[in-house]
């Protein structure tokens, strides 16, 4: 079983940067692929970043592409997702998500496990 904790989240002009933590518990970690979702008021819950457990590999939606950068560390047991020039639509809570196979999935339902969210709010 794996337990998710995000951290991380807050308020921000549009132009800053945020850096979001998730802690996961469990001795396999380093063995699942981790995720970061976001759901805004009033939308559905969508692919932000992922990133593979053994090589790394790691994948982005379009709308986030060279701006945001997904890394982990097997050591800590934590993955993080580093938000550089924010806009007001990346306001959202945001999800860390673990699958227990080493490929990335961009979709939610590929995720068993998920954390509560933290919410980023980037004001213009």
């Known amino acids: 079983q794996v337990q998710l904790v995000e951290s991380g989240g807050g308020l921000v002009q549009a132009g800053g940067s945020l850096r979001l933590s998730c802690a996961a518990s469990?001795?396999?970690?380093?063995?699942?692929?981790m995720g970061w979702f976001r759901q805004a008021p009033g939308k559905e819950r969508e692919f932000v970043a992922g990133?593979?457990?053994?090589?790394?590999?790691?994948n982005y939606a379009d709308s986030v592409k060279g701006r945001f950068t997904i890394s982990r560390d097997n050591a800590k047991n934590t993955v993080y997702l580093q938000m550089n020039s924010l806009k007001p639509e990346d306001t959202a809570v945001y999800y860390c998500?673990?699958?227990?196979?080493?490929?990335?999935?961009?979709?939610?339902?590929?995720?068993?496990?998920w954390g509560q969210g933290t919410q980023v709010t980037v004001s213009s």
């Open positions: 469990g001795r396999t970690f380093s063995t699942y692929a």
């Open positions: 998500a673990a699958r227990p196979i080493g490929l990335v999935a961009t979709y939610s339902a590929g995720y068993p496990h």
């Open positions: 990133i593979s457990w053994s090589r790394g590999t790691t």
